[in-house]
Structures are given as structure tokens and as C-alpha cells.
């Protein structure tokens, strides 16, 4: 198997054939979450798909060292260096220890992607926990003359870089747009050469919770050092695979390649994976700016856009269904439509277990098996492998009624196919429904009555359905956007 995948790389913006630096051994790091709140549907896009990558790397025979990071340090809230860290914000708000928020939402993080079974990373390293690595790598920048103090603080000298190293090989920018555009209106702004410089590590005002002793101040690092550093520390100077959402393109991956390029003299590694966006009404999907699902409220079906609870693998399968490098838009039509889609793959899985073999077949099932490698070699093209999994959904089927016979080695290589692809690969299972999603389904199927009850004009039954709900504590409200319920 190893030697036939091909990735798309966002260095090159062309599909390349995957050639590991040490094959075959495979170095992976994921730019992982920023640990001050819930996780929500855009952190599950990026977990899936690159849990994705890691098990199909591992069925084509690599042995694979995954490292995903924990932001619990230095994540500021934009590109303005102005030291207003998202954790310490929310440290403040809850009157906790920076750290304590930290292991909360880290711990809510683990809890939300074991649901979604995403495979735990080979190693799992906090921001925090590698001053000392990043430290370092700010002092090798300085001394090789690509960075400047300032009243403490440490800064990439970027037009410096750009001179000798292209800035914005990665995203498409230019530099001297990016100087022309920026708004140097900030404070933070002052003590720079440039506009468009990033901090290396910034000096700590009085207020600032979180800091540490360094040559230069007592201080943090910023926010795109974390990665160039826990990457290099346990990776290497050159590794295989960098990972991460669409949104960190520009400026934290630029900014890493910018660092490692002066630290290590070379670039951090070999492809840039960048998976899109979940949208909704075709705007991004975020925390920041006030419209993100938590994958809470998706498990329980208590947010406003939510007509219903859904399960983690209805969620996951919903993701799978588009290519990573497509924007994904959610609506309640489609999480609805992946868990039909879902049912019908593992009820046909079950029916495989019980078919009967004949002395011939009658179809030709090598194509399936071939088609559905095929598509995931193609740049993890899982709608495609999904697709041929169901082609072969309507032969278990056919086979099943009658229609088409299949020998026993055929049913075997089906077995063996759908056990590999759907769940070891795709890694989809099967789940016991809870008493609450039972619930739920259940008072779906009461509101689909009443709904057909109203399309026929039967008004009576119509609003005794709803007068019997609203009596066992279940609201129901119909809107412009349809009926939606809450207990």
C-alpha cells in the first residue's frame, strides 16, 4: 500500500504524491485547540479530518508520530500583539486560575472527541509546558539577526526576512500590500520597525497573570512561536505533515514557516494540509464571532438552530460526507440526511453477517474495493469512498432479497472491505441511542404526525398533539423557519 497516496499540498497548491523524509516513518503535527471555551462543530471538522489522515496513514503501513498541540498560552485575541490573551479573558470572567480554565475546556475537548471517536494523538503537548523550547528558538532568531528587542518585548523582523525569504509563499499575500494595508492605530504598534511584525515573546504588563523569566523580560511567548518549537522538539527540524484549519493559513502557518526557516534553515516540513470551513448561511463557523454550535448543544438539541438532538456519529458522518478541503454548510437537512445515510450503511453491514452464499456470483464486486482505495488515495477523498460504499449497500441488498448471489470468498472480501473502510479508516461505530436522543426521535415523529395532520387540514388532531405535549412539560412553537420544540 505505501507509496500510493497523494495529498494536496498548500505550499504548492498541487496534489503531490506523499514521500515521507524518513519513510516509513511519518512525522504529523496539528495545530490543535485554544483551550478557553467548548469545542464546536469547526473543531470537530478539523479533529475528523485529520484523524482521517492518521488512520489511513497507519492502514497504508507508516508508522506515524501525531502530535497535536494544546494552546493554553500566548493565543491572543487578533494579529494586534496587544496581549489580550483569550484564556486570561476568560480566566478573569470565571475568577479561576489561568490554569484551571485550561484543564477544564482541555478535558471538555478530550470528552467531545472521544464521542466522535477521534483517535487520541501520539503526544499531546501544552504551550505552557515548553517555555523553555521557545525561549530558545527566539534567542536563535535574535542571534541570527532576524528579530529586535524592544522594552522587553521580542519581535520578528519581517520586511528583514522578506528581503532574503519570500513572506506569504504559503497564503498568496504579498508584503508590501500586507505594509500598505495595515492599520498601525495600536499601541502595540509602536514599539515595531514594522507594521506588519509579529511578537516573538512579549514583556508582561502588571495585570498579566500568566509569565515567565526569560533574557528578555518576564513575559509569554506569542502565539505562532508554540508550534515552530514543540513541532521541531518532537518532530525534528523537517517533518512530513503540518496540519490545521483553513483559518490558521495566514498569519500563524506563515509565521511558523517564517521562524523554522531562520531557526532550523529550512522550512518546517514537507506538506500543508489545511481543511475548510463550517459555515452557516455561508459565514464561517467561530467562537469569535458569536454564531458557533457547541458539539454540547448538538448531543442534547438545545440550541435555537437545532431542531433535534444528534448523535456523535450522525456528526462525524455528516463531516466525512464532504472532502476537507470543501466549506461544509450546516443545516438541519443535512445532519438529518447523514444519520438516514448512516442507518442504511450499518443496517446493510448487519445484513452481510447474515447472507447466504451461493456456488457463483452473480455481480462483480472487485471494483468496490478497488474504487473505495482509489478514492481515499486520491487526497482522502472520503465522499467518494462513501459513495462506492453504498453502491455496494444496493448488492448486500439485492443479494439479500434474491436478486443476486454472491459466493462465500465475496461475502468474506465485503466483510473484510466495510470493516476496514467504515471503521477502522472512516471510523465510524455503531452507538446505543440514550433514553434523551430516544426521547427526541420519539417527539419528532409525533411532530411529523401533526405536520401531515396540518397539510390536510385536520386542525383538530393538529392542535390536540400539541395541547398533549405542552401537557407532558414539551413546548411547541411553529416558525417561519418551521415547528421546533424544547422540554
Not at 519581517?158 to 492605530?185: A, C, F, H, W
Request: glycine content about 6%.
Amino acid at each position: 500500500m505505501i507509496g500510493d497516496l497523494y495529498l494536496h499540498n498548500s505550499f504548492s497548491r498541487e496534489k503531490e504524491r506523499f514521500v515521507p523524509v524518513h519513510a516509513p516513518h511519518v512525522g504529523l503535527y496539528v495545530c490543535g485547540p485554544t483551550v478557553y471555551g467548548d469545542p464546536h462543530l469547526g473543531h470537530a471538522r478539523s479533529a475528523i479530518t485529520f484523524d482521517l489522515l492518521f488512520r489511513y496513514l497507519k492502514f497504508s503501513g507508516y508508522k506515524v508520530r501525531y502530535v497535536r498541540n494544546i494552546t493554553d498560552v500566548g493565543h491572543l485575541e487578533d494579529d494586534s500583539d496587544s496581549g489580550d490573551d483569550k484564556l486570561l479573558k476568560k480566566a478573569r470572567l470565571e475568577q479561576l486560575e489561568p490554569m484551571e480554565v485550561a484543564k477544564y475546556y482541555t478535558d471538555r475537548y478530550h470528552d467531545m472527541m472521544d464521542l466522535l471517536n477521534v483517535s487520541r494523538p501520539s503526544i499531546e503537548p501544552n504551550a505552557s509546558g515548553h517555555i523553555m523550547e521557545q525561549i530558545e528558538m527566539v534567542q536563535q532568531i535574535l542571534d541570527a539577526g532576524y528579530a529586535y528587542t524592544v522594552n522587553g518585548s521580542v519581535y520578528f523582523d519581517l520586511v528583514k526576512y522578506n528581503s532574503q525569504y519570500r513572506y506569504g509563499q504559503l497564503s498568496g499575500r504579498v508584503i508590501e500590500d500586507l505594509l500598505s494595508s495595515t492599520r498601525d492605530n495600536l499601541e502595540a504598534q509602536d514599539e515595531k520597525r514594522n507594521s506588519i511584525d509579529f511578537a516573538l515573546w512579549k514583556k508582561a504588563q502588571p495585570e498579566h497573570i500568566m509569565r515567565w523569566k526569560s533574557p528578555w523580560s518576564e513575559g509569554f511567548p506569542g502565539w505562532h512561536l508554540e508550534c515552530s518549537a514543540m513541532g521541531r522538539k518532537y518532530l525534528g527540524e523537517k517533518f512530513d505533515i503540518h496540519g490545521g484549519g483553513m483559518d490558521l493559513l495566514f498569519p500563524h502557518h506563515e509565521s511558523e514557516i517564517a521562524q523554522s526557516q531562520i531557526a532550523n534553515s529550512a522550512p518546517p516540513c514537507q506538506y500543508w494540509m489545511h481543511n475548510n470551513m463550517i459555515t452557516i448561511n455561508g459565514q464561517k463557523m467561530g467562537k469569535s464571532l458569536g454564531n458557533s454550535i457547541m458539539l454540547e448543544e448538538f448531543l442534547k438539541g438545545n440550541h435555537p438552530l437545532l431542531e433535534r438532538a444528534y448523535t456523535p456519529m450522525s456528526i462525524r458522518f455528516f463531516i466525512l460526507q464532504a472532502h476537507y478541503r470543501s466549506a461544509l454548510d450546516f443545516s438541519n437537512t443535512a445532519l438529518q440526511a447523514a444519520e438516514k445515510g448512516l442507518s442504511r450503511l450499518l443496517k446493510a453491514v448487519d445484513t452481510l453477517n447474515t447472507l447466504k452464499p451461493s456456488n457463483v456470483s452473480s455481480v462483480d464486486i472487485s471494483s468496490i474495493e478497488k474504487d473505495c482505495f482509489a478514492a481515499l488515495n486520491d487526497d482522502l477523498n472520503s465522499p467518494v469512498a462513501i459513495s462506492v460504499l453504498f453502491d455496494g449497500v444496493r448488492i448486500i441488498n439485492s443479494v439479500n432479497e434474491g436478486k443476486e448471489t454472491l459466493k462465500k470468498e465475496d461475502i468474506e472480501a465485503l466483510k473484510k472491505l466495510y470493516s476496514i473502510a467504515l471503521f477502522d479508516i472512516l471510523g465510524l461505530k455503531k452507538e446505543e441511542k440514550t433514553n434523551s436522543e430516544l426521547t427526541g426521535y420519539l417527539i419528532q415523529f409525533v411532530l411529523d404526525l401533526r405536520q401531515k395532520a396540518k397539510a390536510n387540514k385536520d386542525f383538530a388532531t393538529s392542535d390536540k398533539i400539541r395541547d398533549e405535549l405542552n401537557s407532558l412539560g414539551i413546548t411547541v412553537k411553529d416558525t417561519k423557519d418551521g415547528t421546533v420544540w424544547e422540554m
